[in-house]
């Protein structure tokens, strides 16, 4: 069965510091994978996203994210995190038995320290 | 553009009561969802309208949770009777119809706390 897998639950990083969110994901063809954002209080706001092609995806924010086939991952990066950074990150991978729709990894909490 | 709106934003009710969240997508999006999100996990898709038909409710826990979309535009769903298991955050989002996967645009949620 299809799932996503995001090891990390909670990272603090100083602001200025490089980023990395790791994703791990279980698919039985070439999957569509995806990483959102959600802000306290907000809906899921998507970052990028990886279709086919070019297996570095840049994103909104300055993100970027390498989808690594013989690993099954798609980790997220920033070279440089700030202060309103801090969210909660969701990678996600689809579609599912064929139809539109994502199954979303548990979430990392991402805290900033100043 | 206005995004996707959803109401209440907050809610509280006892166990075995009844509770119903609006969601109003985006206008022209054919594509509706809602998603519940328990905390610590990710959001997991409950229902998907396209247009005022359901393409998959197959998560639906249908014996207590019912969703329309009238006229292919807003959507309620409903409760019958909570849970303490239901407290979630309920999202709804909404996309163009399209394939492969036209983006989703997520509301703020409405944050349910069964007691």
């Known amino acids: 069965a299809q799932s996503v897998t995001q090891p990390d639950i909670h990272i603090t990083v100083s602001e200025g510091a490089s980023l990395e969110l790791r994703c791990n994901y279980s698919?039985?063809?070439?999957?569509?994978l995806f990483w959102y954002v959600q802000s306290p209080g907000q809906g899921l706001q998507l970052l990028l996203k990886?279709?086919?092609?070019?297996?570095l995806v840049q994103g909104i924010k300055g993100f970027e994210a390498e989808f690594k086939r013989s690993q099954s991952s798609f980790n997220l990066r920033k070279p440089s995190v700030h202060w309103s950074d801090a969210a909660e990150y969701f990678c996600?991978?689809?579609?599912?038995?064929?139809?539109?729709?994502?199954?979303f990894g548990q979430g990392t909490r991402l805290t900033i320290n100043p | 553009e206005a995004g996707v709106a959803q109401s209440p934003r907050y809610k509280i009710i006892e166990k075995r009561q009844s509770v119903a969240f609006w969601c109003n997508p985006i206008?022209?999006?054919?594509?509706l969802y809602w998603y519940q999100q328990i905390l610590g996990q990710g959001p997991k898709l409950l229902i998907q309208?396209?247009?005022?038909?359901?393409?998959?409710d197959s998560q639906l826990p249908k014996d207590r949770f019912s969703a329309e979309r009238l006229k292919g535009v807003d959507s309620t769903l409903k409760i019958q009777p909570a849970k303490l298991e239901d407290s979630a955050v309920y999202l709804c989002?909404?996309?163009?119809?399209?394939?492969?996967?036209?983006?989703?645009?997520f509301g703020q949620g409405t944050r349910l706390t069964v007691v």
């Open positions: 989002a909404s996309s163009l119809e399209g394939a492969p996967f036209t983006e989703a645009f």
């Open positions: 698919y039985g063809a070439t999957p569509y």
């Open positions: 990886y279709f086919s092609g070019d297996t």
């Open positions: 996600a991978v689809g579609p599912i038995q064929g139809a539109q729709k994502l199954v």
């Open positions: 206008s022209g999006h054919a594509t």
């Open positions: 309208f396209q247009n005022n038909g359901v393409v998959d």
